[in-house]
Each structure stands twice: as structure tokens, then as C-alpha cells.
């Protein structure tokens, strides 16, 4: 059975940075295509970043965009995501996602495995 798990989050000042990793178990994880999601109180669960399986195919959502940085280190089958320049905006619980396909996807429909989330909190 494949296992996420999630750490890194914390309180953050405004303008400052975190990073976010995912550590995966199990039998398919140096197969599939790898994202983040979070979810903010009162919305929906919404797409952050995706990495395919050969690191080369990177998605990030706009309100990301320049700031956030996927990667993956299949050697230590872990999942990152550097985030620099936060707002408040940006507090949400985060979830690394698994897929058992290499492609990267943006739809958390597409995904199979989900770690249990990490809070991040952007405050003064």
C-alpha cells in the first residue's frame, strides 16, 4: 500500500519561505507523476503543482506561479515544494498526490494516493 507523508508546514511571516516535502512508501512510488494541492477554510480543495515522473514536465497554478518550485528526488522517493514570497493567501493544508501514471496532471481527480495534509500558515 503506498503511503504519503507530509511535513515542513509551520507559521510564516508574510514574504517569508517554507519547504514542503512528501515522503512516499510502497510499491509504485518511482513510477508515478507527483503534485500538490491545498485546501484554504471555506474552499475547495485546488491545484498548486505537478511534476511528471521524469521531473522534466512541471505545472504550476498562476496564483504560484515565479514563487513556487516542485521537484522530486526519486533516490529518497520524496516530493518538494519550495515556497518563497507567501501571503496570507497562501494558508491552506497542503497534500502531496501520487498518480499511477508519469504524466503530470493538474485534476485531483487524476491522482490515486493522497498524504494527510501539512498546515501552512502565513501571519505576523
Known amino acids: 500500500q503506498v503511503q504519503l507523508v507530509e511535513s515542513g508546514g509551520g507559521l510564516v511571516q508574510p514574504g517569508g519561505s517554507l519547504r514542503l516535502s512528501c515522503a512516499a512508501s510502497g510499491p509504485t512510488l518511482s513510477i508515478g507523476a507527483m503534485g500538490w494541492f491545498r485546501k484554504a477554510l471555506g474552499k475547495e480543495r485546488e491545484f498548486v503543482a505537478a511534476i511528471s515522473w521524469s521531473g522534466f514536465i512541471k505545472y504550476y497554478a498562476d496564483s504560484v506561479k515565479g514563487r513556487f518550485t516542485i521537484s522530486r528526488d526519486d533516490d529518497k522517493n520524496t516530493e518538494y515544494l519550495q515556497m518563497n514570497s507567501l501571503n496570507a493567501e497562501d494558508t491552506a493544508v497542503y497534500y502531496c498526490?501520487?498518480?499511477?501514471?508519469?504524466?503530470?496532471?493538474?485534476?485531483?481527480?487524476?491522482?490515486?494516493?493522497w498524504g494527510q495534509g501539512t498546515q501552512v500558515t502565513v501571519s505576523s
Open positions: 498526490a501520487l498518480r499511477n501514471l508519469r504524466t503530470a496532471a493538474t485534476e485531483r481527480s487524476l491522482y490515486d494516493y
